[in-house]
Nanobody, 124 residues
């Protein structure tokens, strides 16, 4: 089992920035690829970004490329999501996930551990 706890969400104006953090506990953090997903009211959960176990390979949804950056610190068991140039359509609950590989992370059917999420609200 992997336990994940997100933080860093909040209210920000359009064009602003936030940095989300996700701290993992339980099994060895560096064994897992990590990802961020989001879910807006009335919509399905969608993939945002992923990073491989060592932090050298990343993958992003087209909607956030160039604005969001995922990173990880294996010494701190933490994955981050730096979000810049936020738009109202980025408003959602953001979830951290631990999965087997960066390749399978975006798939809704791949096995993952999930955090409880942190709310990001973007005002226009």
């Amino acid at each position: 089992q992997v336990q994940l706890v997100e933080s860093g969400g909040g209210l920000v104006q359009a064009g602003g920035s936030l940095r989300l953090s996700c701290v993992a506990s339980g099994r060895t953090f560096s064994n897992y690829a990590m990802g961020w997903f989001r879910q807006a009211p009335g919509k399905e959960r969608e993939f945002v970004a992923a990073i491989n176990w060592i932090g050298l390979t990343t993958n992003y949804a087209n909607s956030v490329k160039g604005r969001f950056t995922i990173s990880r610190d294996n010494a701190k068991n933490t994955v981050y999501l730096q979000m810049n140039s936020l738009k109202p359509e980025d408003m959602a609950r953001y979830y951290c996930a631990a999965g087997e590989t960066i390749t399978t992370m975006p798939s809704p059917t791949s096995r993952k551990y999930w955090g409880q999420g942190t709310q990001v609200t973007v005002s226009s």
